[in-house]
């Protein structure tokens, strides 16, 4: 099983553009979450999934839209970033909170 | 909301000394809890967690927590330390459908 793929890895962004960052579960996990990781803030969720269909917001949402249109698949989107958004993004996944999650190895974006 | 705080953002421990990493949790329910381990440039490996089962839990890698609902702990230990536990770990409470994460703890270990 590859358990969670984020793709890509490691993106740089002028200041404006957009992307949308990919995360894929092989594991048929309902809950899907994407966070971002700073220095020192530890881990923030941006949005989270708990099913198809259906996508709901952390406590950092602004700038970022998401989508779920299928279960294995959680979509991340920037429409115009901005240099406040450069960090490590992480996508997680799993069962129900009793089991915890399973992440993926990160996406590392940079806007300049 | 529920929330982690962990005490102390870096650890520095000799190679075979214990490693004593501290989380204080907020919770109004009784809590999930969890330890993740991330070593560098790779994303988060769950180490244990506590689930309202055995109050001492025990991990992978020798690591160990003891959940205390009086002093609203959850503090991760391993007895020795080894080289390879050099890594930033993170607690975590459980909050609605997510995990609220603590702002981590860089553990260093010197030879």
């Known amino acids: 099983n590859a358990g969670v793929t984020q793709t890509p890895k490691f993106r740089v962004l002028k200041t404006g553009q957009s992307m949308t960052l990919l995360c894929a579960q092989d594991m048929n996990h309902e809950y899907m979450y994407w966070y971002r990781q700073d220095p020192g803030m530890g881990l923030r969720l941006i949005h989270y999934?708990?099913?198809?269909?259906?996508?709901a917001k952390g406590e950092v949402p602004d700038g970022y839209n998401v989508s779920r249109l299928k279960k294995q698949n959680f979509l991340l989107g920037l429409e115009s970033a901005a240099p406040s958004q450069t960090s490590v993004y992480f996508c997680?996944?799993?069962?129900?909170?009793?089991?915890?999650?399973?992440f993926g190895s990160g996406t590392r974006l940079t806007v300049v | 909301a529920q929330s982690v705080t962990q005490l102390g953002s870096h650890v520095s421990v000799s190679e075979g000394a214990l490693v004593l990493l501290r989380c204080n949790y907020s919770?109004?329910?009784?809590?999930?809890l969890f330890w993740y381990v991330q070593y560098p440039n790779q994303g988060l490996q769950l180490l244990l967690k506590y689930t309202s089962a055995a109050t001492l839990v025990k991990g992978i890698n020798g690591f160990e927590a003891e959940f205390k609902k009086s002093e609203t702990s959850f503090h991760l230990t391993k007895p020795s330390a080894h080289m390879s536990d050099a890594a930033e770990y993170f607690c975590a409470v459980s909050d609605d459908y997510k995990l609220s994460f603590g702002a981590g703890t860089t553990v260093t270990v010197r030879a």
């Open positions: 997680a996944s799993g069962l129900g909170l009793q089991s915890g999650y399973t």
């Open positions: 919770s109004s329910v009784p809590p999930y």
């Open positions: 999934s708990v099913g198809e269909g259906t996508t």
